[in-house]
């Protein structure tokens, strides 16, 4: 006889009731004052668990430092909240027009219409639009 695969939560797993309700029949039960004590209470013990961790895992992140390169460091200062020093250098044109040598291109992007225009029918090709 075949073994039926048996499904759902094991036997005496059921869901156990917890001390919230207790909890909350305490809390009900407190005045202002005893109130304002536990919260309190809360406040400080939650500051220091995120301290706590928040040790942990810079630890953990200086451990990782010297094991990263040079692109590897960057997107960790960045992430642990370095600044950008500045705005990057615009790039300097690489393509210049045979006709108005005042339109240039950088060679990024589409190919501009210009140089199309100048490429068709002819047997131009980029290399002959480089600026040397």
Known sequence: MARRKRRGRPPGSKNKKMGNGKLAGNVANMDVAQLHDYISGLRETLAFKIQQQRKFLERQLAGLVPH?????????????????????????????????????????????????????????????????
């Open 68 to 132: 990263t390169g040079n692109k590897a460091r960057t997107a960790v200062r960045s992430v642990a909240g370095g600044q950008r020093t500045g705005a990057r250098k615009k790039p300097e044109p690489k393509y210049q027009s045979k006709k108005n040598l005042r339109i240039k291109w950088t060679g990024r992007g589409m190919t501009p219409v210009w140089m199309r225009e100048e490429m068709k029918g002819t047997k131009l090709t980029k290399d002959h639009f480089l600026i040397r």
